[in-house]
């Protein structure tokens, strides 16, 4: 059974940084696309940045030069790394499947604020 934990996550100042991890188990993880998304409540949960098992990146253009997705197949863990963080990057952070199975983790808050 697919188990993903998340932390990492807390209140930081605009301009700030945050790095989450992602505990991934029950999965195939070297050869799995792994994805963070976040959820605004009102908004749908929407995909942020995906790495391959190539370890290539694929970031929305809103994170471009901002943020980078990790990972370590020998830990099965992901990371994002969250430089000069916005007011508009307030949001629950997850970590799934770029095709997310339905046992999602808790998430971790992140919340930029002054």
């Known amino acids: 059974q697919v188990q993903l934990v998340e932390s990492g996550g807390g209140l930081v100042q605009p301009g700030g940084s945050l790095r989450l991890s992602c505990a991934a188990s029950?999965?195939?993880?070297?050869?799995?696309?792994m994805t963070w998304y976040r959820e605004v409540p009102g908004n749908e949960r929407e995909r942020v940045a995906t790495?391959?098992?190539?370890?290539?990146?694929l970031l929305i253009e809103a994170v471009k030069g901002r943020f980078t997705i990790s990972r370590d197949d020998a830990k099965n863990m992901v990371y994002l790394q969250m430089n000069s963080l916005k007011p508009e990057d307030t949001a629950v952070y997850y970590c799934?499947?770029?095709?997310?199975?339905?046992?999602w983790g808790q998430g971790t808050h992140v919340i930029v604020s002054s």
């Open positions: 029950g999965i195939d993880f070297s050869r799995s696309t």
């Open positions: 790495v391959f098992s190539s370890h290539r990146q």
């Open positions: 799934n499947l770029y095709l997310a199975r339905p046992n």
